[in-house]
């Protein structure tokens, strides 16, 4: 942790370092594809996260497997969700988002 002292107070830094070990597999999320994007080869997607909502972006169609989007490794676990970070940023401009365990699964 880093700690650097101002005037004004103390700011504080906080730098998380995350190890995936080899064998452990990427993930997908489960998507649906609500639309076509601006470009022919891209489609828009919806995905439902944890709280019921849902989040639309505008995808590349070769990222799609059969109703699933590759995204890597969850950021963090809590009670059965997943934070997660989508490969590109929503219509509501976000980044993450949280999604129930039933929405992902290990990428072959």
């Known amino acids: ?3 650097y002292g101002t005037d004004h107070g103390t ?3 906080e730098v998380y370092v995350v190890f995936f070990m080899e064998e452990e597999p990427m993930y997908r999320v489960k998507v649906r594809t609500v639309g076509d994007g601006q470009h ?3 489609a828009v997607v919806s995905v ?3 709280d019921g909502k849902q989040e639309e972006l505008i995808v590349d169609r070769r990222s799609l497997e059969e109703g699933w989007l590759r995204i ?3 950021l963090r676990s809590q009670a059965g969700k ?3 970070e989508l490969p ?3 219509m509501r401009g976000s980044w993450r988002g949280w999604v ?3 929405e992902l699964e290990p990428a072959a």
């Open 1 to 3: 942790m880093l700690r």
């Open 82 to 84: 997943f934070l997660i």
């Open 40 to 42: 022919p080869s891209e």
């Open 88 to 90: 590109r940023e929503t």
């Open 11 to 13: 700011m504080r830094c």
């Open 100 to 102: 129930r365990q039933n």
């Open 72 to 74: 890597g490794y969850p």
């Open 48 to 50: 439902n996260t944890a």
